[in-house]
């Protein structure tokens, strides 16, 4: 009886080897798969800024390349944002991304507001709640101007923030 | 842990109990005598679970298709933390698996495992050996790079060997005829789907047979020690050894033993393995700078399926007998040796249950035995003489060296760039220092050679008196073509071999190999002529920078003023320093604004405006003939784009001027 609890023992401790050469691994493995798709803040010249309506805001989409784990993709657009150029000549950036479930918000000249089709959330021109299911505003990007050849060109920062929460926490 | 109350309570709601008795065959009656014989299936088991667990792993990340396949698995190589061990249990451990059923039904035949009433057990278990062999084969091509490729290429060519059913199963397992993403889909199917479920019922089926064989023997075992049953046990009878030991713990600690050796052994091959793999390699053979170290090359190169990047097939180890005996029969033969005798194989291996019928049991055992090791080792024998024929080719080494060059470059153009979504064969097909050489030995290689080779490191050969010899190029070295020191050897002798030497074997050769350029180099250069060494130093200099190579130093002051001195004429001084009139200069034939402030000259002789250079290399070779190059005088034919294609033009201009990324740029 003794050599049985012995040999128990033996297994139990065997058993565990082969779990762990299985386990440590896995763990690795999947955990490391989940850190992609993080996006680092950068800086997109959009555009002139005499070329800006004032009051007007318009869509400019964000193009660059895209990296998707193993794939690399020639640049092309992978998101917007919406500028707006003040009476006196400041400007604001917000990403398109609605912060309540992601979707692209729009904006129709003559109404004053921007309206996300999805779940009707509407903002104001400021980016502040108007009405609807989102718990933040509109999410705002910073920007600078830089002179390029002699002209004022906007630069935004792009970046993306987790949608649903109230906070607005940069996403990654 | 559960109390033993709560356990009583799960237990009489479920019978959990009898259930993981049934399962993990806690009172398992096991033999006496081969206690350590037995414990290869259940080694078997374990690593069988381990691929099912490695492989779910890598099915998070990898991806069956073309465009995708090879990029997936170098992102679980390179970028996954242990990606590169998970990956290489699953390799390994599945070869390690070919070798323990190898090894376990060589233990069930001299343990007579297949004797009445067994026979069905060792049928199971041949069959869950080929779904093995099945799984490693299909294993293989997934990350679909030119060694899985090639070699999936021959085993479903021999799968369409087969008579009758042959071409159909071949186009079912592919997809159609061709090789693409339908091979890769329904591979991917059949290795995660169809064949591991196959295993899967078919070791249910085994090991229900197995239990009901053991409990056979128990009841025979009791009955006879039970001395209120009137029934003896012969004394030969060899249920008399047997013990009703219960497989846990007994047998569970030894099978444990096995697995975790065998996976130690597994783990010891993936870390040796890179320098084991790698060690006919000598890349500077094919004069190839590797771009990453040999042990950080984790996968072979991408498969590139117009077979532009040359690579070997090779089937994989357990097939290659086959493979090498289709070389050794005649070629009406083949078909009985890759269709037919796979089967023979397997049939005499069927049969061994039934030798004893014939041959009585110790004959019929010794027969199967000695066919089984026979068998083994004729077909080692056959595998190792296929391999050693191989490797002892005599271009092996450098082949071998190219494949793992490419792969190197492959992995490092997808670390630097990412895989383009058109695919990863794109990598090494846009690349001029991959393509190059190889347009290099397709185009130019039938009269120019590159360093005396071909531009991959292989002698261009030709048939002399019926034997194959070194063949005499027909036209100049083109290493280092444009380059200041290339420039000044030609001047100092262009009728050497190295040049226009051999010129004169082809028609109109003979015109250039006594033609101007080198009654010029007869007149004015060696020790009689005027010009010193550094006169054509500086002219070679001058006339190289046209060619803006990628590291070319800015000439100096004097350099330049000499250079234009010689090709000019003008202000020339002799080697004592004396101005002197000097007739033999460069622009009475040839143009180069840099080198001839009047540009009066040029017209005879090929223009040197921009020589070596892109656009010079391009123009020349699509027209050698044309006004301002050969003219009349051209003796090349010209590469138009039905010929050579822009792109590849482009590549091979690119590579012959050195033209592509390097790893040291990156710092
Ligand atoms: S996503 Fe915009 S309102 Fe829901």
């Known amino acids: 009886m003794r050599r049985r609890k012995f040999l128990k023992y033996c297994t139990g401790v065997l058993g565990a080897v082969y779990a762990t050469v299985l386990a440590v691994p896995g763990l690795g493995f999947l955990l490391s798969t989940l850190k992609r798709g993080q996006l680092k803040e950068q800086k997109y010249q959009l555009a002139k800024l005499d070329d800006l309506e004032p009051g007007v805001p318009q869509r400019f989409s964000i193009i660059d390349q895209r990296v998707d784990a193993w794939t690399k993709y020639p640049s092309g657009p992978i998101g917007s944002v919406w500028l707006t150029k003040a009476q006196d000549g400041t400007i604001t950036a917000f990403s398109s991304t609605c912060p309540h479930l992601g979707c692209v918000i729009d904006y129709v000249p003559g109404d004053e507001e921007f309206f996300c089709p999805c779940h009707a959330a509407t903002f104001q021109p400021d980016g502040g709640t108007v009405s609807g299911p989102q718990l933040r505003g509109m999410d705002e990007l910073k920007t600078s101007l830089k002179k390029v050849r002699g002209e004022q060109w906007v630069e935004v920062e792009y970046q993306k923030f987790e949608p649903g929460i109230a906070e607005k926490k940069a996403l990654g | ?667």
């Open chain 2, 1 to 667: 842990m559960l109390s033993e109350k709560t356990k009583q309570w799960i237990d009489e709601r479920t019978g959990y109990k009898n259930f993981f008795h049934a399962i993990f065959l806690l009172n398992f009656p096991t033999k006496r005598r081969s206690r350590w014989q037995n414990i290869w299936g259940g080694a078997l088991v374990l690593l069988m679970l381990l691929e099912i667990v490695t492989g779910t792993l890598l099915m998070t990340v990898y991806s069956p298709s073309e465009a995708a396949a090879w990029g997936s698995v170098h992102y679980i190589e390179t970028q996954v933390d242990l990606g590169w061990f998970v990956r290489g249990l699953h390799h390994y451990v599945a070869h390690m698996m070919i070798v323990a059923v190898i090894i376990h039904i060589f233990l069930v035949i001299i343990s007579a495992g297949y004797r009445k009433p067994k026979e069905f057990i060792y049928w199971t278990s041949l069959l869950i050996g080929g779904v093995i062999v099945g799984l490693t084969i299909t294993g293989n091509p997934l990350p679909w790079d030119q060694k899985g490729y090639w070699s999936y290429q021959i085993e479903t060519g021999i799968a369409g060997t087969m008579p009758v059913i042959g071409s159909s199963l071949r186009s079912i397992i592919v997809g159609g005829s061709e090789f693409g993403n339908l091979t890769l889909t329904r591979l991917y199917t059949i290795h995660v789907i169809v064949l591991p479920v196959l295993a899967i019922l078919l070791f249910t089926i085994h090991m229900a047979l197995v239990r009901r064989d053991r409990l056979r023997t128990m009841k025979i075992k009791e009955a006879a020690d039970d001395p209120e049953i009137d029934f003896e046990l012969d004394d030969d009878d060899p249920v008399k050894d047997e013990i009703t030991q219960p497989y846990w713990p007994y047998q569970t600690t030894r099978t444990l033993v096995l697995t975790l050796i065998l996976i130690g052994i597994v783990i010891l091959q993936m870390v040796v393995y890179p320098t084991l793999k790698n060690q006919h390699v000598a890349p500077e053979l094919a004069e190839w700078e590797m771009d990453m170290p040999l042990s950080e090359i984790k996968l072979e190169a991408p498969a590139v399926s117009d077979s532009s990047i040359p690579f070997i097939a090779r089937p994989e180890w357990f097939v290659r007998f086959l493979f090498e005996l289709r070389h050794m029969v005649p070629k009406e033969l083949e078909v009985l040796v890759t269709a037919v005798l796979p089967g023979v194989l397997l049939a005499i291996l069927i049969m061994v249950p039934f030798y004893e019928k014939f041959f009585g049991e110790k004959w019929g055992q010794r027969l199967a035995i000695a066919v089984y090791v026979g068998g083994l080792v004729i077909i080692s024998g056959i595998s190792w003489y296929s391999v050693k024929t191989e490797r002892s080719a005599p271009d092996y080494a450098l082949k071998r060296s190219q494949e793992i060059a490419y792969a190197a470059r492959a992995s490092w153009l997808a670390k630097e760039n990412g895989v383009p979504p058109e695919g990863p064969a794109s990598l090494l097909r846009n690349d001029p220092k991959s393509m190059g050489p190889l347009i290099f030995a397709r185009h130019c290689g039938v009269c120019h050679t590159w360093n005396g080779h071909d531009g991959t490191g292989l002698n261009i050969m030709e048939m002399k008196d019926g034997k194959k010899v070194k063949a005499t190029p027909r036209a100049s070295d083109l290493a280092g073509f444009a380059s200041k020191e290339w420039i000044a050897e030609f001047l100092t002798d262009p009728t050497a071999p190295k040049f226009f030497g051999h010129l004169g074997s082809s028609k109109g050769g003979d015109a250039i190999l006594h033609g101007d350029m080198s009654d010029w180099a007869d007149s004015y250069v060696g020790p009689e002529g005027v010009l010193s060494k550094e006169d054509i130093e500086a002219v070679s200099a001058l006339i190289a920078r046209e060619a803006k190579h990628r590291n070319a130093e800015p000439l100096s002051e004097a350099v330049m003023k000499r250079g234009v001195s010689v090709f000019s004429g003008i202000d020339f001084k002799d080697k004592s320093g004396k101005v002197v009139d000097f007739d033999g200069y460069c622009a009475q034939c040839h143009a180069m604004k840099a080198g001839d402030p009047e540009e009066e000259g040029g017209g005879a002789a090929p223009d040197l405006n921009g020589y070596g250079s892109d656009k010079w290399l391009s123009d020349f070779i699509r027209n050698p003939g044309a006004e301002h190059f050969y003219s009349d005088k051209n003796i090349m034919p010209a590469f138009e784009e039905s010929k050579l294609s822009q792109h590849d033009l482009n590549l091979l201009v690119n590579w012959m001027r050195g033209e592509w990324r390097r790893p040291e740029e990156e710092k």
